[in-house]
């Protein structure tokens, strides 16, 4: 029996789904304005202000601003703008454009299958070469366009393009302005809480390179993070080792929401750490459980009304989706709950001055309540703005019903999980029929690598990542979550 990996992806689609700012503007009446929202702790947050490494225990402070604990607005930005992409197909914002391939006396210390998110990389070496696939398919990369189109996400919240280099002509960057502008959320300092929360962390021996919750990096070398493509016959220290290459990234990353304490205590007693690399309690001072934020503004100018009602809906997504932010996501820290107040707004497609704001907070919750129904007259214009499937996948990883009842934890490096190698010959031994093994580089399609990890495991489990996970304790209650 093992838990699931306590985050998870959000497949691609082939392409962004893309318009210019004159399609956008054309979907409907255009509303400037403002919605008045607050924020509820479902489970204690976390937003980082400072951190104090110790020698056993570490501290990590709220953010505040002039004293007062705040979740700023670029925390909740974040947060909806993922979802936001996600769900309608929009550019990838935030990525890091390259992982180097870093040779090193030690494999297990160093990356050598490097790769780009949104190019080809040359991975070249004396035994293998091989010219790595972008892992994202580079029309999701934030670029200026000769259409200028833009994807859902940057006209609501705008972007900044940096362009492609250009030996015939020297462009700047391209920005695109936001029309939509979010408050900083402050807090009670009676509702911030310390001593009572913590994440586990393992530092390194070296004390110069304390981890402080340092989360593993994506790599090529796995199917954990990539979807399977090759497997290569490597020499490590005079050993055949299969290793297993992926080109495609699974998806847009997301947490699950789980009980904290029951997390955290999991860590505390049944993983088994190695002797060099110590446990240390990471404490957290958290916005507590139940809490709410002072309500603040999400500033509105001449949104259409459709993506207005993305917007609501994206806010308050009906009862089986919460979201998350902060620190500690992995370990459930960060679920919240945002609720309308109040919404004043005006039409502002007439041009002549601006007509007073009106209270239109009964139809923005009317909105909310329709749910997720393609054939809702309310959706009627989402329809081909939202990515149906990927609505789905963002249910089961941010469903919120039966979370108390869940647990979600790394796979531990231990034998027959990430510490475990797997032996060339283990594979040559159960590859199942059909599968053709070359030499030194086995291809795979998505079938026969599911059934090869499948024979390998019982030697080790953390291969294949979507195996690991539909094999996981909770699996069907995860995959039976709706919208």
């Known amino acids: 029996m093992h838990y699931p990996n306590p985050f998870d992806f959000v497949p691609f689609t082939d392409h962004p789904f893309l318009k210019t700012r004159e399609e956008y503007n054309a979907l409907g009446e255009r509303l400037s304005g403002y919605l008045e929202v607050r924020l509820k702790a479902l489970t204690p947050v976390h937003v980082v202000g400072y951190q104090v490494p110790g020698d056993v225990e570490g501290q990590s402070y709220m953010y505040r601003q002039d004293e007062q604990g705040c979740i700023p607005a670029a925390s909740i930005r974040g947060c909806l703008r993922a979802f936001i992409e996600a769900l309608t197909s929009s550019w990838v914002s935030q990525t890091t454009a390259e992982y180097k391939k870093v040779p090193g006396p030690r494999a297990s210390d160093k990356r050598h299958v490097g790769f780009r998110t949104f190019a080809e990389y040359p991975n070249t070496g004396r035994r293998m070469s091989r010219e790595s696939p972008p892992a994202v398919h580079p029309d999701f990369k934030p670029r200026i366009r000769q259409d200028r189109k833009i994807d859902v996400a940057s006209y609501l919240f705008?972007?900044?393009?940096?362009?492609?280099?250009?030996?015939?002509?020297?462009?700047?960057?391209?920005?695109?302005?936001?029309?939509?502008?979010?408050?900083?959320?402050?807090?009670?300092?009676?509702?911030?809480?310390?001593?009572?929360?913590?994440?586990?962390?393992?530092?390194?021996?070296?004390?110069?390179?304390?981890?402080?919750?340092?989360?593993?990096?994506p790599s090529a070398s796995n199917w954990w993070y990539f979807q399977p493509a090759e497997i290569w016959r490597r020499d490590v220290q005079g050993r055949l080792m299969a290793e297993f290459i992926g080109d495609k990234f699974w998806g847009r990353k997301f947490y699950y929401h789980q009980d904290p304490k029951g997390?955290?205590?999991?860590?505390?007693?049944?993983?088994?750490?190695?002797?060099?690399?110590?446990?240390?309690?990471?404490?957290?001072?958290?916005?507590?459980?139940?809490?709410?934020?002072?309500?603040f503004r999400i500033y509105l100018d001449k949104v259409p009304l459709p993506l207005v009602v993305l917007l609501v809906k994206v806010l308050m997504p009906g009862p089986n989706i919460r979201h998350k932010l902060g620190y500690g996501k992995a370990y459930g820290y960060g679920s919240v709950e945002f609720s309308l107040a109040s919404a004043r707004l005006r039409s502002d497609d007439s041009g002549r001055i601006p007509i007073p704001l009106q209270d239109l907070s009964s139809e923005m919750q009317a909105y909310s309540a329709v749910g997720w129904n393609r054939k809702q007259t309310v959706n009627r214009h989402l329809e081909t703005l939202i990515d149906w499937q990927a609505l789905r996948h963002l249910a089961r990883v941010l469903g919120w019903q039966g979370y108390e009842n869940l647990k979600f934890t790394y796979p531990p490096f231990s034998s027959g999980f990430f510490k475990q190698p797997v032996y060339f010959w283990d594979f040559e031994n159960r590859t199942p029929h059909g599968v053709v093994i070359g030499s030194p580089v086995t291809k795979v399609n998505a079938t026969e690598a599911r059934a090869i990890t499948e024979q390998l495991f019982d030697i080790k489990k953390p291969i294949h990542f979507r195996q690991y996970q539909e094999t996981a304790e909770g699996w069907p209650i995860i995959k039976e979550r709706k919208p």
Request: negative net charge; glycine residues 6%.
């Open 158 to 217: 705008g972007i900044v393009v940096e362009p492609e280099k250009d030996t015939e002509t020297e462009q700047g960057p391209s920005a695109h302005k936001a029309k939509v502008w979010i408050e900083d959320a402050f807090i009670d300092n009676n509702d911030v809480i310390k001593g009572e929360h913590w994440v586990p962390d393992i530092r390194d021996t070296d004390p110069t390179k304390n981890s402080f919750m340092g989360g593993a990096k």
């Open 263 to 295: 997390c955290v205590e999991y860590y505390e007693k049944e993983w088994e750490y190695d002797r060099q690399r110590p446990f240390y309690r990471v404490h957290l001072e958290c916005l507590q459980k139940e809490a709410e934020t002072q309500s």
